[in-house]
C-alpha cells in the first residue's frame, strides 16, 4: 500500500466507529429492518436477486448487506478493518449471509478468486483513488463478461465548488492531478463535530470524462452516464448561482452503468 492510502486508511479505520453509532447512518434503524439503499441505485442498477454482487469500498456494509436482503450473494470490500470488523457483526446480528474482505480496492482482484455479476461503489468512493486505469482494470476484472459495473458518486464539479454567502466559489481544480489534495479536517459528513486525531487525508478529482474513458479502455460498455441535481437522500446540496432573478444549478451527482464485454 502506498503511502497516501496508508494516511487514508488511518482516517477511515478513525471514522468508521463514529460514523457506525451517528444518527447519519442509523444502525438502529437498519436493525429494524430498514434498506439503506436509495430508489435511485436499486433502479438503475436493475434486478440483483440471485446475482453475485461485489461491493467495493463497502464502509461498514450496511448497504451491501442491503443487497444481500434483495437476494443478491454478495461480498464487500474495504480497507479499513474496522469497517469489515463492524461489517461482519451486522451480518451476523441481521442474519444475512455476505463475504467482507479488507484490503485495497486496487489490490481486490488478488485477493478474490472469483469474477461476479455486478461490481457496485456508491457515494464517496472515487475521491479516494489516485491511479484511475488500475482502478478500472480491476473492476473489469473482477466483472465477469457480461457483468454490469455501476457507480454512483458526488460530481467531481461539486466537489470543487463550495457554497459561499456570496455565490459559488471553487477550491481546487476540476482537472486531474497526480499530486493529491491534502485536506486537514476534523469531523466527517457524518459526524460533523468529531475532534479527530488523523485530521490529514489524501484526495484526487477524476473528471467524468476521465472516469468513463478508464471504464472503456478497461473494457466496460457504457450504458449510460447521468448527471442530477441532489436528491436530499443523499446529503449533498445543489451547487447554485442565485442571480435574484434566476437560478442556475449544478449537477451535485453522476451515476454511471456498464457492461463487461
Ligand atoms: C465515504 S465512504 C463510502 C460510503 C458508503 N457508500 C456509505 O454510504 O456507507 C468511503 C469508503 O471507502 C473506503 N476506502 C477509501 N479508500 C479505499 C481504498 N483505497 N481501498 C478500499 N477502501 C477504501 C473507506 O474505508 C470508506 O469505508
Redesign the pocket.
Known amino acids: 500500500m502506498d503511502s497516501h ?1 496508508a494516511v ?1 486508511q488511518r482516517v ?1 479505520d478513525e471514522l ?1 466507529p463514529l460514523h457506525a453509532s451517528s444518527s447519519h447512518y442509523d444502525v438502529k434503524a437498519f436493525l429494524q429492518g430498514e434498506s439503506k439503499l436509495g430508489d435511485l441505485e436499486i433502479e438503475e442498477v436493475g434486478e440483483v436477486a440471485g446475482k453475485r454482487l461485489l461491493h467495493l ?3 461498514f456494509g ?2 451491501t448487506l442491503s443487497w444481500a436482503q434483495r437476494g443478491a450473494q454478495v461480498t464487500g ?4 478493518s474496522e ?1 469489515i470488523g463492524i461489517a461482519r457483526q451486522l451480518a451476523e446480528q441481521v442474519q444475512t449471509k455476505a463475504q467482507f474482505v479488507c484490503c ?3 489490490q481486490a482482484a488478488d485477493y478474490l478468486d472469483e469474477t461476479f455479476d455486478i461490481v457496485f461503489k ?4 472515487m475521491m ?1 483513488i489516485q491511479d484511475l486505469s488500475a482502478w478500472a482494470d480491476t473492476c473489469a476484472r473482477l466483472l465477469k463478461p457480461g457483468g454490469v459495473f455501476y457507480l454512483l458518486d458526488y460530481h467531481p464539479l461539486a466537489n470543487s465548488v463550495t457554497q459561499t454567502e456570496d455565490g459559488l466559489k471553487l477550491h481546487r481544480s476540476y482537472f486531474y492531478s497526480p499530486e493529491p489534495t491534502v485536506v486537514v479536517a476534523d469531523g466527517s459528513y457524518a459526524v460533523p463535530d468529531a475532534v479527530l486525531e488523523n485530521k490529514e487525508s489524501r484526495e484526487w478529482t477524476h473528471t467524468l470524462g476521465d472516469i468513463v474513458t478508464a471504464l472503456i479502455q478497461a473494457g466496460i460498455e457504457i450504458d449510460f452516464l447521468h448527471e442530477f441535481p441532489a436528491a436530499e437522500a443523499y446529503l449533498m446540496p445543489i451547487p447554485q448561482l442565485d442571480t435574484g432573478s434566476a437560478r442556475y444549478d449544478l449537477p451535485a451527482m453522476f451515476s454511471v452503468r456498464g457492461v463487461r464485454r
Open positions: 492510502t487514508n477511515w468508521t469500498m463497502c464502509h450496511m448497504d470490500v474495504d480497507f479499513s469497517a485495497d480496492v486496487l456508491s457515494k464517496g468512493v479516494w
